[in-house]
Each structure stands twice: as structure tokens, then as C-alpha cells.
């Protein structure tokens, strides 16, 4: 696993970064044991959130005795300062920690959270606060809001942006990663597997490798996906005719499907959390069932079932997405899982 640089910021990580997400779904030790891992399998770059649950802490244990050459990047999604500090206090506890090299607002999807974060007494303030007292060394943002990721790329005060990129998910290479090329701001791909809906690992990280100054990360549950995703990375070969074909395929099939979290389709009259639910199959593979299957889940299918099937989401989707129809069959989905689960007598 070569190092490369994250933009502009100097700091040098492995090519694809570790992220923490899917730990939450582990017992302690296990957790510890897949970051561990990874790291002796040479992944330098940890991603992690204060709104993951348990991972900071996870990876605190992880790490501990072996900091020294590794980027701890994690995020807040608060847009004021006083909670902002209070956020990252608690992630230097968690990760065991005195310096965090790269933190980051978690997913600034409106030019309002935007303005929150840039507002006197907001995060960003914080964050220069710390980043000047030398507590972080760089500050970084998240979004899934194309036009918003642009506009903060453009800006000169993200080091780096952290959004969805995968073969389906390729609008990014339009303007959003040139710019941020041009800009020197690190362009992170959230989801390379498309949170789970793209299965085909090789598939996935041979499109990801053929895009340089890009650098992937990947929620991790096992031991064993990692070694996948490096042996797959091992190999410069790029995507071969047959591959390309095959991208098309699903391309053409998930097309119509796949929602990329934008939120274009906001706001619904019946407040229905849209995005949340055509991703849910992701969600329910990636967090610990205790969410899942308790009063997180229950409110999500009883705000599916408030669909009036207005069309008003449809109509701003700017991918075509059936929303309503696809909010329906998700719901059903996740309805049957809950009482299969219910009939498990988990
Ligand atoms: S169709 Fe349903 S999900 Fe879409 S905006 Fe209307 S109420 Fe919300
Ligand atoms: S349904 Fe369409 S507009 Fe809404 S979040 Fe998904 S992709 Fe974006």
C-alpha cells in the first residue's frame, strides 16, 4: 500500500482509508482486532465520526501504542461552536489522543448549515481555534449535496472534501473532483461499494484506482474485506473491456434506483427522512442491530407509512428516481425484516 498525498494539506496517507462505521456492529475486542488489522496490512488513514457510536473509542483502544504515522481523521456535525468543542473534547477522549490530523464538519448538506458553520461563535471558529492551538491539524468537510460540495471546494477553507464517489455515483468527476484538484483541497470517495449496494469489490476498487489524486475509504466489518480490497488494489490492471461491460450493466439496472442522498428531494410535507429509507438496506448491513431493530427503525417505517404520495420528491430528483414507489417497496422491506427479527425472538 503506497502513501500519497491529501491534497494540499502535506499530510501523506495509505491509498485507501479505514472507515469506521461498520465496527459499531462488533463486539470490543473484535473491533480492535479488525482495526488492528488493517493496520498491519498498512492502512495509515482512519476515518471516523463522534456521531459513530462506539468507534472512536474502538479505535482509540486500536491504536493506542502505535500512533505514531498514522492520519486520525474524525468529524462533528454540529454547527456551533460550544458544541463543536464539546464534540471534539469528547473525540480526543474516545481516540485516546492529544492531536486529531484532520477533522471535519459531518455532512454540511445546505447553504443554512453552511452559513451556521461559518456564522460568529460557529464551528468553523472552533475548529481555527484548535487548529491554531495546534489540538487539529487540519479541518476538513463532508456532504452528499453536489452543489454544495462544489460552492465549499471553491471556497479556500476546506482542506479537504469528503463525498459519495463509485462507479455509479460519478457525477463528481464532472466539475467537483477537477476542482478540488485544481484547488489542492483532498477529495476523500465516501462509499465506494455504494454503501453496500454494489457487491462486486473488484469491480468497485479497479474504478476507484484508475482515478488518481482520489482516495477511497471503506467501511470495514472483517478482516477478510480488507484483504480483498488490497489484493484487488495490488493489481495496476485497469478495468478490462468485459468489466466496463459489466459496470454498464448494473449502471443501466441500479440506474433508476440508486439514490445518492442528495436530499434534492427535500422537503417533504409528511417530514419523511427520504434518503434515509432508500438507503436503508445500507444502514440496517452497517449499524448495530440494537438501532436497527429498536426505535430508530420503528419510526422510520411509521414515517414511510405518512407517504401521501404527493409526487413533490419525484418531481425534484434530478436522477429520475421513483421516489415515492421506492420509499413503499424499502419500507416493505425493512418491515419484513423487522419481524423477521421479532420472530427470531432476538
Ligand atoms: S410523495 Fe411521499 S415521500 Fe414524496 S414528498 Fe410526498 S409525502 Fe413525501
Ligand atoms: S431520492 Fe433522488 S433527490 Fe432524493 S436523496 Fe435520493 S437521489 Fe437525491
Redesign the pocket.
Known amino acids: 500500500m503506497q502513501q500519497v498525498p491529501l491534497g494540499r494539506t502535506g499530510l501523506q496517507v495509505s491509498e485507501i482509508a479505514f472507515g469506521g462505521i461498520p465496527i459499531q456492529r462488533l463486539s470490543h475486542a473484535e473491533a480492535v482486532a479488525v482495526v488492528r488489522h488493517c493496520l498491519d496490512a498498512g492502512i495509515t488513514f482512519i476515518d471516523t465520526a463522534h456521531g459513530y457510536g462506539t468507534s472512536e473509542e474502538r479505535i482509540g483502544e486500536a491504536i493506542r501504542g502505535r500512533r505514531e504515522g498514522l492520519v486520525l481523521a474524525s468529524k462533528s456535525p454540529a454547527r456551533d461552536g460550544e458544541t463543536f468543542q464539546a464534540h471534539l473534547e469528547q473525540s480526543f477522549t474516545r481516540l485516546g489522543v492529544d492531536y486529531i490530523d484532520l477533522y471535519q464538519f459531518h455532512n454540511v448538506a445546505t447553504a443554512e448549515a453552511l452559513e451556521q458553520v461559518l456564522a460568529p461563535g460557529g464551528a468553523m471558529e472552533a475548529a481555527l481555534r484548535a487548529r491554531e492551538a495546534g489540538r487539529i491539524g487540519h479541518i476538513g468537510v463532508t456532504s ?1 449535496n453536489l452543489q454544495m460540495a462544489i460552492k465549499m471546494a471553491d471556497m479556500g477553507i476546506f482542506e479537504t472534501m469528503m463525498f459519495p464517489f463509485n462507479y455509479v455515483t460519478r457525477e463528481p468527476l464532472q466539475e467537483l473532483i477537477p476542482l478540488c484538484q485544481r484547488n489542492g483541497v483532498g477529495f476523500i470517495a465516501m462509499k465506494p461499494m455504494g454503501g453496500g449496494m454494489l457487491e462486486d469489490a473488484t469491480l468497485s476498487f479497479k474504478y476507484q484506482r484508475q482515478h488518481a489524486g482520489v482516495v477511497p475509504v471503506v467501511g470495514i466489518e472483517r478482516a477478510a474485506e480488507m484483504d480483498e480490497i488490497l489484493q484487488i488494489w495490488a493489481d495496476p490492471a485497469p478495468l478490462s473491456t468485459a468489466e466496463m461491460a459489466r459496470i454498464d450493466e448494473i449502471v443501466a439496472r441500479l440506474g433508476t434506483r ?9 422537503p417533504c410535507p409528511q417530514q419523511i427522512p ?2 434515509t429509507i ?1 438507503n436503508i438496506k445500507s444502514f440496517a448491513a452497517r449499524m448495530p442491530a440494537e438501532r436497527v431493530y429498536g426505535d430508530w427503525g420503528r419510526q422510520l417505517i411509521a414515517s414511510a407509512q405518512s407517504c401521501i404520495r404527493c409526487g413533490q ?1 419525484e418531481g ?4 429520475g ?1 421513483p ?1 415515492p414507489d ?1 420509499v413503499a417497496e424499502y419500507a416493505g422491506w425493512y418491515h419484513q425484516l423487522m419481524a423477521q427479527h421479532a420472530g427470531q425472538g432476538v
Open positions: 452528499h440508486f439514490c445518492r442522498r442528495c436530499d434534492y428531494c427535500q427520504i434518503s432508500l420528491c425534484r430528483c434530478p436522477y428516481l421516489v421506492l
